[in-house]
């Protein structure tokens, strides 16, 4: 069985990110009040909240744990509270994607289902990747593109 949950470290920065665009907003809230030119707080103020929210609501709502066992497959969404079950047969084709960046390889999996319905998952958010990857060309080499 293969279970692959998000990246601790993951969380944790994009959790810095997030206090940090929050902890603005509020420091621009107080300092608002007080000040005399009033132009760059409400820059402040209505750029780092809408973003902190932005990015807060994406990362919660695209979270995902994934269950493979016995060419079964189980995604779990736990802040949409959405539970997908599927089986190989279901896959329609599936791509492993590598781009070289400034700061190292970027890795993607993307699994294709016939239904239309896509998931993805990278290396640099999600434990197991490897694994996940060696059993899709042991299992579905076929529908590999």
Same mark, same amino acid.
């Given at each position: ?5 998000? /990246?601790?470290? =993951?969380?944790?920065? #994009? ?15 107080? !300092? ?22 932005? #990015?807060?609501? /994406?990362?919660?709502? =695209?979270? /995902? ?9 189980? #995604? ?11 089986? +190989? ?24 289902? !016939?239904? +239309? ?6 290396? !640099?958010?999600? =434990? ?15 529908? !590999?593109?």
């Amino acid at each position: 069985m293969i279970i692959s949950k998000p /990246k601790i470290g =993951t969380l944790f920065s #994009v959790g810095v990110f997030i206090f940090l665009a929050f902890a603005l907003f509020i420091y621009g809230l107080i !300092q608002i009040r007080e000040a005399s030119d009033r132009t760059w707080w409400y820059v402040l103020v209505y750029t780092s909240g809408p973003i902190g929210l932005l #990015v807060l609501m /994406k990362i919660l709502f =695209t979270l /995902k744990t994934i269950k493979i066992s016995k060419e079964r497959f189980e #995604v779990r969404f736990p802040f949409k509270f959405q539970k997908y079950d599927f089986s +190989g047969k279901e896959i329609d084709h599936w791509f492993h994607t590598s781009i070289k960046t400034y700061g190292g390889l970027y890795e993607e999996l993307t699994i294709a289902l !016939q239904s +239309g319905k896509k998931l993805a998952m990278s290396k !640099q958010e999600n =434990t197991e990747y490897d694994k996940t990857l060696n059993y899709l060309k042991k299992k579905f080499k076929k529908l !590999q593109k």
